[in-house]
């Protein structure tokens, strides 16, 4: 499964990311500057030593870490894109799709490794049934 | 119930439509019309208080994301509803053949009997919903604002685009994988389910509106109880059910027209050939056989010989 983490590198946006290709690192890194720009117009510093420094760093880690996973194995095309991310426990996350008639629900659980990064461990697809 | 020997209309409603067998039509060249009937009525949902604009959940959810929507219009809402008619029910009119493997529907033509087959079609008919009015099914529809991408919705509740083609996935060629979501519907509201439902990755058991269930390659994501607009012979089901109840001939199960009965289950399992508890009742089912095919009358000789008339005999 994917790692991803956020390293200290005072000036720019830096994501470590292990057990995955570096296609998609590159990519990781090319959305980072796209989703700061969304918000704001300077560039956000991100500067974590590790993704246990703090409980935001923490939600960040599994977020980014969530939205890589699911930018490369959820290719449905249709529907309404991601509804809601909410944590169900301190390492648990659940992210819900909206689709016509459903709700797909991926609940994703992960671990901290020695380096501080964060691992996805775990990965259940559910649905919500709707009409 | 029997049919009667000789031509007659025998009718039959179910919980979720009308049926109507029509043996009147039927001489050397033509069959037993079969025509089932679905009345469908729609109210509109729009903003509160009479305001132009405003915003409605997906799915009518309040604890889903909101939409903007708009106020229907007399003649927006006259023009959705006719398409919506017009589309659904050419969709699934005149698409299905049964093949007669009874000894039911014998007529008399110029001296020589005929085993009639069932022409299979489908009426829509569809009014706005009132207190006291009369439906199988009753659909909300919401009118997506221009800017809106997506509405969620499903089989009693539609955002004003699903009768429009739109892209649910792609194949794994990348070619677009398109649908117009009310002929899904439609399909839903006469039986039909999913189109790997009672498969592996779909079980009976479980939630069938999960993703696999909408197809686990591309022939199951193209089919129109998939992801696309493609029709397969299986969704000739709803006729060839009805055949089976008001005939007394034939296996086909009774669902009370609900895609989530157990009988319902069966015969996916029996026309999937999904379910490896149902190996035995195969796909290859001669019950009412449903052909994309015109199947022309068959003298007592032709069904001897097991034969299929394809094509427009040179009857004497
Ligand atoms: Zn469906």
Known sequence: MAYIAFAKQPGRVTTQARWITPAVAVLALLAMPLSACAQDKEPIMINLDSCDESPLARSRCMIEALLDDLSRTYLLTGGGGISSIDQKATWVYEV?????????????????????????????????SKG | MALPLTKAKTTKNFA?????????????????????TLKVGLRQINPPAGAATGKYHDYGDVTEPQRDIIKWSTGSW???????????????????????NHPVLEYDDGGTIYRHNIFCRFRLIVGDASPGSSHHHIVDVYRLAASEPWGGSHSTLYNSRDIAPYENDKDSGGSPIMQRAHVHEIGHLIGLGHSHEGGVQCPTTGDTNAAACYGTNDAEKQSVMGMGMQLRSHHAYPWRMVMSDISGKGTVRKPSANRSSAAWSNFVAQVTGNNPNHTVASKASKDWEPKMKRHYPRTAAEVLA?????????RT
């Not at chain 2, 006259?78 to 007669?100: E, I």
């Open chain 1, 96 to 128: 819900s799709l909206s689709q016509r008639e459903r709700v797909d629900v991926i609940t994703y659980s992960f671990e901290l490794t020695d380096e501080g990064l964060v691992e996805i461990v775990g990965k259940q697809k559910s649905t919500r």
């Open chain 2, 16 to 36: 979720s439509f009308n049926a109507e067998l029509d043996t009147t039509v039927c001489d050397r060249n033509n069959n037993a019309d079969l025509t089932i």
């Open chain 2, 78 to 100: 006259n023009r959705w509803k006719s398409t919506f008619q017009r589309t659904a029910q050419s969709y699934w009119n005149a698409k299905f053949w049964l093949v007669n």
């Open chain 2, 306 to 314: 097991n034969a299929a008339i394809t094509t427009r005999p040179q």
